[in-house]
């Protein structure tokens, strides 16, 4: 694990979408410092300037974001509730370094989520309203930018923010709650397991669920959306035996001692 040193200051806003939209939603009553702090972090560790098992010092924090060391605290201790970072006794805190099963649970989670938003957007008359169908379009346009300049660490950004566009449409603001963290999660998941040719979320994929929603292709958004997820969790190298301990005299058997 290497010390982290934050990059004096973090992007307060690292969206390149044209309005603030779609946000990370401020936990309830917490304060917009904190909340933003919590965002910055989560984006970060999405594409990966945080990998896991990074370091987070109260102090480099604390600089980076210009806040006290008592709100790096806090925010430490929130992320920690949602999983996203580990706090050892002693030893300060981390960023989250999932197993194999956590990362299986969470894609499991993701699913059962995003399934249950899919349903409520596509129980709407369709086609969606042209103001929410212009702004996916324009996040897909913005995506497609990135997938062509292999702007990699927008890609994974606006993966993410993809998905939570659809939930604050879906409207229902706990299960936008719930995917926000899961998708912090993922990001973890990914990051720690991923293949390496894997480019985590098609485009195309998301183009195709833009165009069911549109009315302009047939198919179930659902069920797209589940296929979506599986496709990103195929990526991942998440062999079972992963979750065993490794007997490292069994790595270096029959090397010339
Ligand atoms: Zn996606």
Redesign the pocket.
Known sequence: MSEFVVPTPLPQDMTTAPTSKPSRRPAHGRSSAEARIVRSIGEAIADRRLPPGTKLTEESLAEAFGVSRERVRKVLLLLAQRRVVTLVPNRGAFVAKPTPKEAREVFEARRVIERAIMERLQSFPLPLPPEMLDRLREHGALEDEAERAADRKAMIRL?GQ??LLLADFAGNATLAAILADLIDRSGLAIAAFERRSAHT?SAE??RRLIAVLAGTAPGEAAALMTR?LDS?EAQLDLDPKADLPIDVRAVFAGEPA
Request: glycine share 0%; proline share 0%; net charge negative.
């Open positions: 993966s993809f998905h979320c994929d998301h979506h990103v």
